[in-house]
């Protein structure tokens, strides 16, 4: 049973930073392509950014965070990371992982396999 589980979310003041773990487990992660998405209040879910897996290397990200967010992997944790840096308000929401059984990421939601619960971020102004 394929498990994804975040975690590093929380409270933090506009500029600040936060960087976002999710675990994975039950399968084989190595080519697995990986996906963080957000959703915030009253918003639909997302894209944030994603990276592929280990046959080839890429990490799209969404415009609106590119240049202050980066998405990397440790293969031998099964542990993808959101490090979030310049943080505004406008970047509150529940952050989850995605996960894709190949290895190209995709920026749709709809095209990922599982998907964990979710973090928390809230940005205060």
């Known amino acids: 049973q394929v498990q994804l589980v975040e975690s590093g979310g929380g409270l933090v003041q506009a500029g600040g930073s936060l960087t976002l773990s999710c675990v994975a487990s039950?399968?084989?992660?190595?080519?697995?392509?990986m996906g963080w998405f957000r959703q915030a209040p009253g918003k639909e879910r997302a894209f944030v950014a994603a990276?592929?897996?280990?046959?080839?290397?890429?990490?799209p990200v969404a415009n609106s965070v590119r240049g202050r967010f980066t998405i990397s992997r440790d293969n031998a944790k099964t542990t993808v990371y959101l490090q979030m840096d310049k943080l505004s308000p406008d970047d509150t929401a529940v952050y989850s992982c995605?996960?894709?059984?190949?290895?190209?990421?995709?920026?749709?939601?709809?095209?990922?396999?599982?998907w964990g619960e979710g973090a928390q971020v809230t940005v205060s102004a």
């Open positions: 990276i592929t897996g280990i046959l080839t290397s890429g990490t």
């Open positions: 995605d996960l894709r059984g190949e290895n190209w990421p995709s920026a749709v939601s709809s095209t990922y396999d599982y």
């Open positions: 039950g399968m084989a992660f190595n080519r697995a392509a």
